[in-house]
């Protein structure tokens, strides 16, 4: 499986001055940057230091040329402040600033400035303009107090952070991983990091299905600087990661957090790619009697092909049904949990000392829930609104609690805590014909082989398998 993605860079600068008699402050300029040559060797090549942690800024002109390694006319040079990161659909962004004080660099005129890791060479040029689109040159008088803001931002491709199928960084910024602050110029260094892999689309596995991860010692990371490439590759062997589940979804996972996270797009969507094909599995023998049947991954599509001897023949396929009766695994986060569930992947069995929990039940139609393992309050919803009472445990202990059939079938699910803590896990489903998603129309004969071909939304690995996984940033220039 490879995944390949082109992301683009972009710097902003806002210059803002402040009058410290009369304390007005406004905006008079702004730069758009040109990133120069040295910024790809120097982020690709995961050297030790960023590109981005100071502001750099000049009193030169000229014609801003990517070969440049300097100002124009080089004045000085700050740290940048503490990062703010902001993250939206198509893009997240960095932004540090610096202040020149009413005492500093009066009577010299500011034209240009750039980023750099705290010296004179800088990675990105731009000279200012005024809210016209002008070059402008902003006097230093000692009455002024000048911020420099620059921001650094990241653009997704054209789907986003997060287009169904992949997720370039969570919402939950507050830790960002490596590669990510890497990439917008402050961090040290690329972490080789892991490959996780997990049944379904969750955080943290749960109920015996154990998530797997590749482990740093199975991922190799190189660099291509000629073609601003950066390439994660993992091999999962044959003899791990084999669950009964399959894998439902795969995550670069470094220090401080995934790059990036890669599903289906819920139970209705498609890997990122396309699906995953299973050839000539056995399904059984027949003993003229059973007519319901059961692939060894689920959510197969309809267009599975099941033979008889060899023969293909016409059964009743039931499309994307799971394989489990605990469907903990394919419960849907529907709002941020701040201590294990993050937006966009799914169910947490634990939800923390302090939490609330909220899930979809992205089967709801269907297969509606029975029973869960509950200590606590749960609560169900029609449109995530207006809640319900459904069961309650008032005690630290959890147990398998029934769900009234009125609410079995609701879309929506809420955990309350009990006291500290509570326990929320196991929503099973009796229906479905139990999870049988092939059927006869009259039993095939004994001793009948079955075998059939489909496609399936999981990752399909088995013992007879390896599993390689390929992801490759391309860097460019984001040019507004």
Known sequence: MKYKADLKLHNRYDVFVKNVITGEEKQVAYAENIILDGLWARLIAAL??????????????????ASRSTMFSYLGFKAGSASVYTLTPTHISRRTSIVLLENEHVGQTLTEVGLSAGSTTIYTHAVLRDMNGNPVSLLKKDTDIITIYATVYLVFPEAGWYNGSVVFQVKQITTIPQTIRRLLGEATAFNTGTYDFYPWHQRIPTDGYTGVSLGSAYISQTYN???KKIIWYGRLPANTGNVVTGFGSVSLYELGGQVIYMKPSGISGDWHGGLFEVIGEAIATGDGTTTDFTTKFPFIQSDAVVKVNGTPVSVTIMDNCPNQRDISHYMECVETHPYTCLPNLAFSSYAGPYYDGYWENPFYQTFGIDSVYLAGYLYTSDDNVNWTLAASRASTSAAQTAIPSEHQHKRYWKGVRYGQSWWCRSFTSAEANNFKNIRFASPPAVGAVITADYK???IPKDVNHIFDLTIEFTLAEYVP
Not at 49 to 63: E, K, S
């Open 225 to 227: 600087i000629p073609n």
């Open 456 to 458: 399936t939304k999981v």
């Open 48 to 65: 030790s230091n960023a590109y981005g942690t100071h502001i750099n800024y000049g009193t030169g002109a000229g014609t801003l040329s």
